[in-house]
T-cell receptor, first 117, second 116 residues
């Protein structure tokens, strides 16, 4: 069975602070994908990143960065110099990469991020 | 980029009625689509996998007779909530996997259902 845990239910920061959202996953599969999605109040899921289990390189995209550590089964997300527009619910998700199961995402509980001006 | 649409975006209905939600891939073919449900302030839970031309596969605990899924074409999957009750009120989101790929999928904007 797959499981994704986002231990932080809510995080509140002041604009320009850096913030890290934690994600820990469990899977018996050797090949899998990890994702982060942003869900603003409108409800639509905004894709942020997909990471293959064989690629442990960290990634940076603008103010966003991701730290994938297979040894600790973690895929943490950092926002540098946070902005009010970053306020949203962020979901970490996991998908098995084999067969026809790709696309069946197991989501974490989500972290509500509030950035105050 | 690829777009997935859902219709309607929101719907209010009376208890006991049926509601149909459409999920369309607008510029690509999707052999497989997925339906998720999200209750307020909760996470997304996979309900079922919709396969074009065959029966849907439901996750454990999801009533197949209550949530009818039809995937009649490569660009359209429908979810019908039959005899809806207030506890079915939720946010329903579909995703579509691009045919011929294993890695590419897109989410729809979601449909908010309120059953009175």
């Amino acid at each position: 069975a797959q499981k994704v845990t986002q231990a932080q239910t809510e995080i509140s920061v002041v604009e320009k602070e850096d913030v890290t959202l934690d994600c820990v996953y469990e899977t018996r599969d050797t090949t899998y994908y990890l994702f982060w999605y942003k869900q603003p109040p409108s409800g639509e899921l905004v894709f942020l990143i997909r990471r293959n289990s064989f690629d442990e390189q960290n990634e940076i995209s603008g103010r966003y960065s991701w730290n994938f550590q297979k040894s600790t089964s973690s895929f943490n997300f950092t926002i540098t110099a946070s902005q009010v527009v970053d306020s949203a619910v962020y979901f970490c998700a996991l998908s098995w990469a084999g067969g026809t199961s790709y696309g069946k995402l197991t989501f974490g509980q989500g972290t509500i991020l509030t950035v105050h001006p | 980029g690829a777009v997935v649409s859902q219709h309607p975006s929101w719907v209010i209905c009376k208890s006991g009625t049926s509601v149909k939600i459409e999920c369309r891939s607008l510029d690509f073919q999707a052999t497989t689509m997925f339906w998720y449900r999200q209750f307020p302030k909760q996470s997304l839970m996979l309900m079922a996998t919709s396969n074009e031309g065959s029966k849907a596969t439901y996750e454990q605990g999801v009533e197949k007779d209550k949530f009818l899924i039809n995937h009649a074409s490569l660009t359209l999957s429908t979810l019908t909530v039959t005899s809806a009750h207030p506890e079915d009120s939720s946010f329903y989101i579909c995703s579509a996997r691009v045919s011929g790929t294993r890695e590419t999928q897109y989410f729809g904007p979601g449909t908010r259902l309120l059953v009175l």
